[in-house]
Antibody, heavy 117, light 107 residues
Framework: EVQLVETGGGLVQPGRSLKLSCVAS????????MSWTRQAPGKGLEWVAS????????YYPDSVKGRFTISRDNAQNTLYLQMNSLRSEDTATYYC??????????WGQGVMVTVSS | DVVLTQSPATLSVTPGERISLSCRAS??????LHWYQQKPNESPRLLIK???QSISGIPSRFSGSGSGTDFTLSINGVELEDLSIYYC?????????FGSGTKLEIK
């Protein structure tokens, strides 16, 4: 059974940093791209970042480019999202997803990030 | 960026009805169009991939069609448990984008 478990969320002040983690199990982690997707309270879904199976390439939308960094440790079956220079508009539930040929085929339970002073 | 426009925003239906939800892309996404269901207070789950391919474990009443810019998610015989928001998403070009969703309400 595929499982994705996110941790690391919480309350953080604007301009500060936070790092999310996602531990994967139930599949061969290093065979798959992975992604982060977020959902602001009461809003829709927004893709945040993707990383290739080897970790050699990463992709971001303009809204987070230069502030967020996605990475992975294939030996530990773990995906990360380093978030710097956080803004109030980054407040959202962040989901770790397995990303297979452009589709988010498995989702974690999500972790809440609140950016507020 | 590819903009995905979903309609209607909200749909109120009677159990047993056959319904169709629309997703239109601002430019062609070929068949790299996927549908997700998000039930209240749950994570989204993949319903249909590549416009029309079924997903293991998803009830057969869900089906998808379309290519290029016009796509449809159909539910053949809506059930109470289908109360959800349905999102489309394109994986054809960066940035990967989602539609704003269609909320399904049960009468």
């Amino acid at each position: 059974e595929v499982q994705l478990v996110e941790t690391g969320g919480g309350l953080v002040q604007p301009g500060r940093s936070l790092k999310l983690s996602c531990v994967a199990s139930g599949f061969t982690f290093n065979n798959y791209w992975m992604s982060w997707t977020r959902q602001a309270p009461g809003k829709g879904l927004e893709w945040v970042a993707s990383i290739t199976n080897s970790g050699g390439s990463t992709y971001y939308p303009d809204s987070v480019k230069g502030r967020f960094t996605i990475s992975r440790d294939n030996a530990q079956n773990t995906l990360y999202l380093q978030m710097n220079s956080l803004r109030s508009e980054d407040t959202a539930t962040y989901y770790c997803t397995r990303f297979s040929l452009g589709a988010h085929d498995y989702w974690g339970q999500g972790v809440m990030v609140t950016v507020s002073s | 960026d590819v903009v995905l426009t979903q309609s209607p925003a909200t749909l109120s239906v009677t159990p047993g009805e056959r319904i169709s939800l629309s997703c239109r892309a601002s430019e062609s996404v070929d068949t790299y169009l996927h549908w997700y269901q998000q039930k209240p207070n749950e994570s989204p789950r993949l319903l249909i991939k590549y416009a029309s391919q079924s997903i293991s474990g998803i009830p057969s009443r869900f089906s998808g069609s379309g290519s290029g810019t016009d796509f449809t998610l159909s539910i053949n015989g809506v059930e109470l448990e289908d109360l959800s928001i349905y999102y489309c998403q394109q994986g054809n070009s960066l940035p990967f984008t989602f539609g704003s969703g269609t909320k399904l309400e049960i009468k």
